[in-house]
């Protein structure tokens, strides 16, 4: 999956947890996909990454709003070529 879309995709899972109140089983599925993401295009020393694992840990919406932005912001980096990205998926 190009890598704009599972962002895409993470952003919408995010929202839609936010929406109906956040599961413990989607959220934890959710943060692990996410760090991935993060880890495969950014490394997991870049601070999107080291940031997200670090700061959005508990199952409640604000760690869903800090993680939508975080990913967000890391989406646009990459976009606008502001990074080297580690992995050849397209964005």
Known sequence: MPAKQKS??????A??????????TA???W??????????M???DHYYTS????????VDTMAL???TGVLSAARETMINGKCKLLSHVGV
């Open 42 to 44: 950014l490394g997991a």
């Open 51 to 58: 940031y997200f694992g670090d700061e959005v840990s508990q």
């Open 8 to 13: 895409e995709g993470l952003l919408k899972a």
């Open 15 to 24: 929202w839609e947890m936010i929406e109906r109140d956040c599961d413990e």
């Open 27 to 29: 959220f934890l599925e």
């Open 65 to 67: 709003l800090m993680g």
């Open 31 to 40: 943060r692990k996909t996410a760090v991935e993401y993060l880890t495969e």
